[in-house]
């Protein structure tokens, strides 16, 4: 089955501790990005992968990192995790090579919360 | 960078009626401007989507128009019904970045 999947899904940790939220796609979509979503605000753009070892940023990417050493994969780190950050992330990824015009394919989502 | 702009927040019309949701962008270089319909607990899934070399598109009961001289565009759904309560989500991009309005929350009433 075509997805993209998301690991954990639900996420409780304390500010400063570093974590991973993995991202997974077995489409072969060559374009990946993480959004992240807060009530009033919609989803915003935290960072892109245009292709393997190709990532540049999107709109917030202040306090994130991210990393793209497969095509399948993209994960997402928090070196350290403010309460700010707490949000609903979603992964998504896109066959097209243009990336943003194309339809995207979201994840399940990981609800974070940092305390 | 490109800005959505999202209009209403909140719509609340009767099963059977149309709806109507509004966006406009700032950036001319966008040419590509789809709508997600997002449920609640759920993730985001594209219903429709339209490129600039185009100013209307349907697919049954939901349609798209683009006007990209005043830069806004639109979704119209017709004779709702309940399971299309939902948020629905416009977005703009002009290459890699995907830029998402606000969202606006449609409650259709039985």
């Known amino acids: 089955e075509a997805q993209v999947t998301q690991n954990p899904r639900y996420l409780i940790t304390v500010t400063g501790k570093k974590l991973t939220v993995t991202c997974s796609q077995n489409?072969?979509?060559?374009?990946m990005s993480w959004y992240r979503q807060d009530p009033g605000l919609g989803l915003r753009q935290i960072y892109y992968s245009m292709n393997v070892e190709v990532t540049d940023k999107g709109d917030v990417p202040e306090g994130y990192k991210v990393s793209r050493k497969e095509k399948r994969n993209f994960p997402l780190i928090l070196e350290s995790p403010s309460p700010n950050q707490t949000s609903l992330y979603f992964c998504?990824?896109?066959?097209?090579?243009?990336?943003?015009?194309?339809?995207?394919?979201f994840g399940p989502g990981t609800r974070l919360l940092v305390l | 960078g490109e800005n959505v702009e999202q209009h209403p927040s909140t719509l609340s019309v009767q099963e059977g009626d149309s709806a109507v949701i509004k966006c406009t962008y700032s950036?001319?270089?966008?040419?590509?401007f789809p709508w997600y319909k997002q449920e609640l607990g759920k993730r985001p899934q594209l219903i429709i989507d339209i490129r600039s070399n185009v100013g209307e598109k349907k697919d049954q009961r939901i349609a798209v128009t683009l006007n990209k001289t005043a830069k806004h565009f639109s979704l119209h759904i017709t004779e709702t019904q309940p399971e299309d309560s939902a948020v629905y989500f416009c977005a703009a991009s002009g290459s890699y970045q995907l830029t998402f309005g606000k969202g606006t929350k449609l409650s259709v009433i039985p």
């Open positions: 998504a990824s896109s066959p097209r090579l243009a990336g943003g015009n194309g339809a995207q394919y």
């Open positions: 950036d001319s270089a966008s040419n590509y």
């Open positions: 489409m072969n979509h060559e374009y």
